[in-house]
């Protein structure tokens, strides 16, 4: 499956942004699919991930309660609601896809980038002071 993400952008601190992942080439159906952020001189970092049927999520400490994670597996995209954004969620960010085929229970494992084979091109993400 190949992935396009957008809806990136500069925002001032407290802004909402809403990222969408456009899947191709497959049905996401099959798909656990997560969020990925990367900012300059830091490792990537699991954001939220989100199993096939949407029944299971998790989130980076970082962004509970401030982020939301969904897909619409009819439109083929998964999102990343971003409110009450901050300074340090600047940063560059990814969606990926991990062909599990089920709605897998635990997704814990989806907070890391090892289990993802497909990734699409990141969005820039700045949030000012």
């Known amino acids: 499956v190949q992935l396009q993400a957008s809806g990136g952008g500069l925002v001032q601190a407290g802004g909402s942004l809403r990222l969408s992942c456009v899947a191709s080439g497959d049905t996401l159906d099959y798909y656990t699919v997560g969020w990925f952020r990367q900012a300059p001189g830091k490792e990537r970092e699991g954001v939220s991930c989100?199993?096939?049927?949407?029944?299971?999520?998790a989130y980076a400490h970082s962004v509970k309660g401030r982020f939301t994670i969904s897909r619409d597996n009819a439109k083929n995209t998964m999102y990343l609601e971003m409110n009450s954004l901050k300074p340090e969620d600047t940063a560059v960010y990814s969606c990926?896809?991990?062909?599990?085929?089920?709605?897998?229970?635990?997704?814990?494992?989806?907070?890391?980038?090892?289990?993802?084979?497909?990734w699409g091109r990141g969005t820039q993400v700045t949030v000012s002071s």
């Open positions: 989100i199993n096939t049927d949407g029944s299971r999520t």
């Open positions: 990926a896809a991990a062909k599990t085929g089920i709605a897998v229970d635990t997704v814990a494992v989806y907070m890391h980038p090892s289990p993802y084979r497909s």
